[in-house]
């Protein structure tokens, strides 16, 4: 029973050793540099024991996408529904500020997920799937929560509202990410709170219209 426990314990190790290597290399080099050899150099693990957990380069991809996204999870705001938000203004401020705090410490399933995202395949890697399902949750998730923070209003005029507003927030964590990679001068902490009250304000301007 303990030698069971033991291997057991042995296998998951040895699988988490085999995604966190293979995250750091698909973060640097992508999907077409990835290989299942330059993952053992890393791991010094046998091409037997990636392939004892993993079929194949496209699936360890696909496993290597979803284990970026729980680490993300971890440090990201949790994008769930808010009873009775006392100020809209401030809720998206520290929404924002939390999400673009996650995409530095860690940034890691970003930069994957865009490169998976720009990727161009006849035949779509599994990977590509994987992260545009993710991201298409997540998307749900924030709309969710901004058909909260636009309380009032025409309900279906808010869920417009709010589905722009998903679609635009993903494209703000983009480019926050692209902005941080490239300028370390960024002064992130005033530039997210710019953001946040530019969107609020739009958010307003485009309910008062159906008004």
């Known amino acids: 029973m303990r030698k069971t426990a033991r291997r057991h314990q042995q296998g998951e190790e040895s699988r988490l050793r085999i995604l966190d290597a293979t995250l750091a290399i698909a973060a640097e080099r992508g999907y077409d540099g990835t290989s299942i050899a330059l993952v053992t150099e890393a791991t010094g693990l046998p091409p037997s024991s990636v392939y004892w957990h993993f079929r194949n380069k496209d ?23 808010r009873v009775g938000i006392a100020d809209p203004a401030e809720e998206i401020r520290d929404r924002l500020h939390r999400a673009s705090r996650a995409i ?12 998976l995202g720009l990727l161009n395949r006849q035949q779509e890697p599994t990977a590509r799937r994987r992260y545009l399902q993710v991201r298409a949750d997540t998307r749900s998730a924030i709309q ?25 927030h993903l494209m703000v964590m983009d480019g926050l990410y692209l902005g941080v990679r490239s300028d370390r001068g960024w002064r992130l902490d ?19 219209e159906a008004a």
Do not use: C, N
Not at 150 to 164: E, K, Y
């Open 59 to 81: 699936e360890l991809l696909a496993e290597t996408l979803e284990h970026s996204y729980r680490r993300w999870r971890e440090t990201a705001p949790t994008w769930q529904d």
């Open 104 to 115: 530095v410490v860690s940034p890691e399933f970003w930069r994957l997920g865009l490169m």
């Open 190 to 208: 005033r530039l997210v709170d710019l953001i946040a009250d530019g969107v609020y304000a739009q958010a307003r301007t485009w309910l008062k």
């Open 144 to 168: 969710e929560w901004w058909e909260q923070v636009l309380a009032d209003g025409d309900p279906d005029r808010r869920s417009l509202v709010a589905g722009r507003m998903a679609r635009f």
